[in-house]
């Protein structure tokens, strides 16, 4: 079984690899100030060390009431200015120029005067949103459940430590005692951190990840020259207690995105849900493929493995010395 998975996953980091240089979202959000007026906010990310090219669109009638102030901070550009439109916005388009020729998303983020808000994601393939007359929390909760889906998906540490304990938990009532373990774990700190119970600098926490995943490279070789380690033994408490760094990971994620003040615990418990979801897709993906290509024990396969074993190690080393660079 674990040779397959091995081959399974093996598959997922060409396709994952190709793409590793993770884009976050970037975010626009306006707050309405008066009739018509709005401040504006646009926080434009980085695409391996250069900025994307990537500007806002409002209708004809929107012009700038004041200079564009810019800003670099972590990892891009913050830019604030206001602008005044001729009639509402309502029933109108926003777009986001050059967002089809990138491959991340922006997240719109719009606070009336009232105190609602209107949340939605716009991406490459859709670069816009027209602005709807009745604002509801289903929008807030597609919106949120997305965001956490593609934050684990395309969060190449998070699926390698996930892969790593399916390497070491052999047995699946095992597994799912452990995964469990993992999903409350981070679900905890995901929540506490988020509604600002607890504050933990995000540098230190990336690094502690990046460590995590180390841990169990280290564990998996250890396992193939006989020797049981922690993780073999008691890998429920492993998950759990690496699942809360991670959870403090996913909660830096979504202070980046922001969220909907009149609806905090909607967007959280979604953007949650999301994260679980993709958790689930990422592990059925690995279990179908290694069904699917069904490969027998060899012993070129176990130097694969044993290769692909040292290969997370290598990453997350790097990972790492990387964030422990940015202290």
């Not at 602005?131 to 597609?142: C, E, L, M, T, W």
């Amino acid at each position: 079984m674990i040779s397959q998975i091995i081959c399974g996953f093996a598959l997922l980091l060409l396709a994952s690899w190709s793409v590793a240089d993770e884009v976050r979202p970037g975010y626009l959000e306006l707050n309405e100030r008066g009739k018509n007026t709005f401040s504006v906010v646009f926080k434009v990310p980085k695409n391996k060390n250069q900025y994307l090219l990537v500007d806002v669109k409002f209708p004809a009638d929107c012009i700038a009431k004041s200079n564009v102030i810019a800003q670099s901070i972590n990892g891009a550009v913050l830019q604030r200015w206001y602008i005044q439109c001729g009639d509402k916005l309502v029933g109108r388009r926003i777009s986001i120029k050059g967002l089809a020729m990138s491959n991340t998303d922006i997240l719109l983020r719009l606070k009336w005067l009232d105190g609602s808000v209107t949340t939605a994601l716009l991406k490459p393939a859709h670069p816009f949103y027209e602005i709807p007359v009745k604002r509801n929390v289903i929008d807030i909760a597609a919106t949120y459940l997305l965001l956490g889906t593609e934050h684990i998906l395309e969060g190449i540490d998070h699926l390698l430590f996930v892969f790593a304990l399916l390497l070491i938990v052999k047995s699946k009532r095992r597994l799912v005692a452990t995964l469990t373990a993992f999903t409350f774990a981070h679900s905890i700190t995901l929540s506490v951190a988020t509604l600002g119970l607890v504050h933990v600098p995000q540098q230190p926490v990336e690094a502690a990840i990046a460590l995590s995943i180390l841990f169990l490279a280290v564990e998996l070789i250890h396992g193939k020259q006989g020797k049981s380690g922690m993780a073999e033994k008691w890998p429920w408490l492993v998950a759990f207690v690496f699942g809360l760094l991670h959870g403090f990971g996913f909660a830096g994620a979504l202070a980046e995105i922001g969220l909907p003040q009149q609806a905090i615990p909607l967007a959280l418990v979604f953007f949650n849900l999301g994260v679980e979801l993709g958790q689930l897709l990422f592990v059925a993906t690995v279990f179908i493929l290694s069904r699917v290509l069904s490969l027998k024990q060899s012993a070129a396969f176990q130097r694969a493995e044993a290769a692909l074993i040292y290969g997370i190690g290598g990453f997350s080393s790097y990972w790492l010395i990387e964030r422990i660079m940015f202290f």
